[in-house]
């Protein structure tokens, strides 16, 4: 019988940033790679290296020591060293389905520069893996993948059929005994080796097929120089084995690599039938869920469309974009996005993704302002950054305090005289260097800027209006003036400001094109679903909500006891939560107020007060909780003309450690299926998980952005994870769970610990906490109602003077029930990428445009003139000709 093939990849599996901080880890990386890449070129035996599949590590090392360029590409393009495909290996289910594409196109490019990428499709360590990710591999032109954690006890080979809903399938290396370390410390001595394998391969028993894949390294493993000598001795030593140093790429395209007899699998792999899935890592430290969801929405949603399509093609801001998604792609790895780190790392997370959004915001920004001045007609225009027409509430201020009927006032003051004070000339160049832009802020531009000089003391004068000047004879003015200011000795001046009339209201609009605009008067204001409330109850035609001023719940559309917050312990740690040994659950408040804070009838708001009494904090030794703190939750329930959606926020002060808070909502009917969004994907889940001897089976399921049960959709932004209870007939929704240790062990959910055993302050999320979602008792689209929740319509003040008529639409789209993950311009166009998240086929429309469906590389597949089929489950991008 022929030797079996023991495939030998020595890699590293590197963190960037975990139990210790980024730099910390970096000093430790420079350290390995100083010491082993010149070893390597000399050491022809040690003929392959990963470098964990991520084009980050390479890039950290280099900034570091840039000399070492050379050395890399000539490892990189004899074959040596494998890189990429990635930029950081990413937690799968915690960020959107555009990060992976984007994460997956900067490593390629980035490993283009030395030669190019290895051709494998590598997840050794991520916390499951989504339904969609053989597409998305497919259509980078992957084949293979090779995964560990998440994998069913129905898989029963060491490699299996994996297919995305839509059909695409690749195949899926399984490392089903001891993951992407099951090669690690390979020993110093031949005998040992053969040893060591052949105990392995026992390990495996009937699961293995073909080859043995032995992976030689694990986290932050500095590479074993005698590797090659210990390889050659145990070849010459039997003939059971063919020992060879090789990379995945060679073993998984060779004939060692089984293909015959192997199971098939379709969807997503969260089982924790053979390796801990960490499921709990969807709820620890729900401040950097929620950071990670508005950058990704500022940038996906708002900042790279509104771009695209209002901006001059030469003023598209490649550089800061491409900065913004770095930070985001950067916060991918599973380490970070987890947020299973110590502190620092967390914080550096979240200050990431606060500056990614912050750079969407302000390209937004700079995006309609360029819009607003391209219009024909002064005043208010309506901004639709969604790709379907969209009705809904937006926010307007106008020059005068004139009541109009069917709106809602929220402030407003009335004519008034120029108001007049003396100040120092410091103060007058703070004035001026507050307007930029014509904005004096939030509410008035400067409409007209002058100096009047003849008078005993000069006086600027500052005339405002809710709509900017035409001309930038203002701007103009304001430099002259700051210039001559500086020039002055003067001491002292006066400033003369002119406020008009004002009030600031809010108005339904209906009907703003998909990626459109509409001017808004007050003689068009939409009369529809107008929001009344009567005691505790509030209702607009379409949706009706009541609070219960005993329980604190509330009722929407007859489904009562809804927003129930039930208060629990947590024995765990970042990665799993764990009931305690004797738990004390709180699920009723002490007293309750309910309060209209505003009574519409536009917006319609109610209050809800709870007092409770949650324990303070778990004692380890007797596995109680103990201690009191006194906590007001204050929850806001939100209804809008014409809306079927019911927006809620829930603020308190957490003082409370070591528990889980949960809102619990009463399904319209009883459901066996959850539908959840993931990448690119609804996933349909059970009520019950597969678990193992690792993990304890915990039916808890992480949602992008939505799910829906029973009659029931929940859109939320970064409370990630849910629950189906009492045998479905309610959803749970996780709002926040502190837990202060990285990881502990053993616990009853987990019997060994899952990282190093370190205490932990951050993940008790002490303080301040605001969380929002939205609810709808009903069938409706979800991703249309998270939509509503999170992407507004938007106002921009238009001056006139342009060509824009007052209605229509930068790019119009027909979808059938698809929808749009990116819009951004690339290549010279304008690039599309639209998925089908349903069963049944679509056609996308694009109304007047032509151009090419390509793959995700950017390479051409086929022309399309104005319409493309979209198969079901299908991700498509198009490039539209300019």
């Known amino acids: 019988m022929a030797p079996r093939t023991v495939a030998i990849v020595p890699h590293t599996h590197w963190d960037r940033e975990w139990y210790a901080a980024f730099q910390t880890f970096r000093l430790r990386l420079v350290e390995l790679l100083d010491g082993f890449l010149p070893g390597l070129e000399e050491d022809l035996s040690y003929a392959r290296f990963l470098l964990d599949g991520q084009m980050a590590v390479v890039d950290d090392y280099l900034e570091v020591r840039p000399e070492a360029e050379p050395l890399l590409r000539r490892l ?191 969807g997503e792999l969260r089982s924790g039938a053979r390796a801990n899935l960490l499921m709990g890592v969807a709820s620890n430290r729900v401040d950097t869920k929620q950071h990670a969801a508005r950058a990704e929405r500022a940038l996906e949603q708002l900042a790279e469309p509104l771009c695209a399509l209002f901006l001059p093609p030469q003023q598209w801001p490649a550089s800061l974009l491409e900065i913004a998604w770095r930070e985001v792609v950067r916060n991918a790895a599973h380490d970070s996005i987890c947020a299973c780190s110590n502190d620092e790392v967390v914080a550096a997370v979240n200050h990431r993704y606060a500056e990614a959004r912050q750079i969407a915001e302000g390209l937004s920004a700079v995006a309609r302002r360029e819009l607003a001045s391209s219009f024909a007609a002064q005043g208010p225009v309506v901004v639709n950054p969604s790709a379907h027409s969209r009705s809904g509430v937006v926010e307007v201020v106008l020059p005068h305090d004139v009541a109009i009927e069917g709106t809602q006032v929220l402030d407003a003051a009335g004519a008034a005289p120029a108001t007049t004070r003396r100040v ?107 929001v009344s409330i009567e005691g505790t109850t509030m209702a607009n035609g379409c949706t009706t909500v009541t609070a219960d001023p005993h329980s604190g719940t509330f009722t929407v559309d007859g489904v009562a006891g809804l927003g129930r917050l039930v208060d629990g312990g947590d024995a765990g740690d970042t990665y799993n939560y764990c009931p ?89 009917r009883g459901a066996t299926v959850s539908h959840a969004e993931c990448a690119f994907a609804v996933v349909e889940r059970g009520l019950q998980a597969e678990g ?19 009659g029931l959709t929940v859109v939320h932004e970064g409370l990630l994870e849910y629950e189906l209870l009492d045998e479905g007939t309610a959803l749970a929704l996780t709002l926040l769970r502190s837990s202060g240790w990285l990881s502990r062990g053993p616990i009853p959910t987990r019997p060994e610990p899952a990282g190093p055993e370190l205490p932990l302050e951050g993940p008790q999320l002490q303080g301040p906490v605001e969380l929002r979602y939205g609810l709808h008792v009903g069938d409706a689209n979800p991703y249309r109602l998270v939509d509503e929740a999170f992407v507004p319509l938007q106002v921009v003040t238009a001056s006139g003077g342009g060509w824009r008529p007052p209605a229509g639409s930068a790019l119009e789209l027909e979808l059938d029930g698809a929808q749009v993950s990116a819009l951004r311009r690339t290549g010279g166009g304008i690039e599309l990428r639209v998925f089908n998240p349903t069963p049944e086929p679509a056609t996308v429309r694009v109304a ?30 198009a490039h539209l000709a300019p």
């Open 76 to 266: 990189a393009a004899s074959g040596r060293l494998a890189m990429g495909p990635w930029y950081t290996l990413p937690d799968e289910f915690l960020v959107s389905g555009e990060t992976h594409i984007r994460n997956l196109q900067m490593g390629l490019a980035r490993a283009a520069a030395f030669g190019g990428a290895m051709d494998v499709g590598y997840l050794p360590d991520m916390f499951g893996h989504i339904a969609q990710m053989p597409q998305l591999l497919s259509q980078f032109g992957f084949g293979h993948a090779v995964v560990w954690r998440g994998v069913p006890a129905a898989v029963d080979r060491t490699a299996f059929w994996w297919s995305s809903p839509d059909g695409t399938t690749v195949r899926a290396q399984y490392l089903a005994r001891g993951g992407y370390g099951n090669g690690a410390a390979i020993p110093d001595d031949a005998k040992a080796l053969v040893r060591r394998v052949a105990a392995h391969e026992a390990e495996l028993g009937s699961l293995l097929v073909g080859g043995i894949l032995f992976l030689n390294g694990t986290d932050h493993q500095v590479p074993q120089p005698w590797l090659g000598r210990v390889v050659a001795e145990a070849n010459a030593i039997q003939d059971d084995y063919r020992f060879v140093v090789t990379s995945l790429s060679e073993y998984l395209n060779g004939p060692d690599a089984a293909t015959e007899g192997l199971a098939s699998w379709t």
């Open 692 to 710: 193992g001897p690792s993990e304890a089976p915990l039916p808890t399921f992480p949602s992008r952005r939505f799910v829906s049960a029973g």
């Open 848 to 877: 007047g445009r032509r151009g090419w469906l390509v793959d995700l590389r950017g390479r051409p597949l086929e022309p399309f003139e104005e319409a493309f089929p979209l198969g079901p489950w299908r991700i498509a991008t």
């Open 580 to 668: 305690p040994g004797h738990d004390l659950v709180v699920d009723e408040p002490e007293s309750v107020t309910v309060e209209v804070v505003e009574a519409g009838p536009v917006r319609g708001i109610l209050g809800i007060t709870c007092t409770y009494r949650w324990p303070r904090r778990l004692d380890d030794e007797s596995g109680r909780r103990i201690g009191t703190r006194v906590t007001e939750v204050h929850t806001r329930l939100e209804l809008h003309a014409g809306q079927d959606l019911v927006r809620v926020t829930t603020r308190f002060d957490n003082q409370s450690r070591d528990h889980r808070l949960r809102a619990l909502f009463p399904l319209p």
């Open 424 to 530: 120092r000339s410091s103060d007058v160049a703070a004035l001026l260097g507050q307007i930029r832009g014509q904005r004096f802020d939030d509410t008035f531009f400067v409409t007209a800027l002058a100096l009047e000089e003849d008078l005993p003391e000069p006086e600027v004068v500052v005339h405002l209006g809710t709509v900017p000047p035409a001309d930038s004879r203002v701007e103009e003015t304001r430099r002259d003036l700051y210039a001559r200011l500086g020039a002055s000795e003067r001491e002292w001046y006066r400033v003369r400001i002119h406020r008009p009339p004002v009030q600031r209201l809010l108005a339904r609009v209906e009907e703003v094109p998909g990626y459109g605009w509409r001017a808004w008067s007050g003689h068009q204001v939409a009369a529809t679903g107008a």
